[in-house]
């Protein structure tokens, strides 16, 4: 079963708010990804954690703060957004393994007011 | 670096068209992965194909064919007699071959199959 779920699938916040974005797989995969995409855009990479580690970090502004819990679950906590964080944020999940095909959510569409 | 071009930005066919969608990239690695995604409407990532970088043979799933050029560096997508239902954004993405690795896409293809 290729499926990696994703809570909420809509959000609306405010600038000053504090929310969470949730993403589960039981594939038994080992990395597991975060992925912000704008209108029209390609997803842009932000966070990779292997075995619940943060291997990759692409410089990402620290009002987004990723977290690992165990290897199926992946948390991304929200604080302080901008309306430019508004985008669709997309969770996905691999095995650890050279070239291991990344199986994506549904996503979470966030507005930030 | 690693770099994927799609250059075509919008495709619109007639149903049961045969339609081509192109990949270019650009890599130092030797080897590498290739990747097409598609995204309809709904916003969902959908795997469609993985091909690594030594392995040039080409794949036909159904109504869809990959032709995979290593010596032109390009990875291009068909589908034969396209159907509304092809209707969604392509992407074109690229892996290094180690361990877990942010995927590269391409600008992506928005295709639209009118009846």
């Known amino acids: 079963d290729t499926e990696v779920t994703q809570t909420p699938k809509h959000l609306v916040m405010g600038m000053t708010n504090k929310k969470s974005l949730k993403c589960e797989q039981h594939m038994g995969h080992r990395a597991m990804y975060w992925y912000k995409q704008k209108a029209k855009k390609p997803p842009e990479l932000m966070f990779v954690y292997s075995y619940e580690k943060l291997s990759i970090n692409e410089s990402v502004p620290s009002r987004f703060s990723p977290e690992c819990p165990n290897s199926s679950l992946l948390n991304l906590h929200l604080h302080a957004l901008q309306p430019e964080d508004s985008a669709l944020y997309l969770c996905?999940?691999?095995?650890?393994?050279?070239?291991?095909?990344?199986?994506f959510g549904p996503g979470t569409r966030l507005t930030v007011l | 670096a690693q770099k994927v071009t799609q250059a075509q930005t919008e495709i619109s066919v007639v149903e049961k068209e045969d339609v081509t969608l192109d990949c270019v990239y650009e890599?130092?690695?030797?080897?590498?992965?290739l990747f097409w995604y598609k995204q309809p409407p709904s916003g969902e990532l959908v795997f469609l194909i993985r091909?690594?970088?030594?392995?040039?043979q080409n794949e036909i799933s159904g109504r869809y064919s990959w032709n995979f050029q290593k010596s032109t560096s390009s990875f291009n997508f068909t589908i034969t007699a396209s159907q509304v239902v092809d209707s969604a954004v392509y992407f074109c993405?690229?892996?290094?071959?180690?361990?877990?690795?942010?995927?590269?896409f391409g600008q992506g293809t928005r295709l639209t199959i009118n009846p």
């Open positions: 091909r690594n970088s030594f392995d040039e």
């Open positions: 993405a690229l892996s290094r071959f180690q361990g877990a690795q942010k995927l590269v």
């Open positions: 996905a999940s691999s095995f650890e393994g050279s070239g291991g095909t990344q199986y």
């Open positions: 890599t130092r690695d030797t080897t590498y992965y």
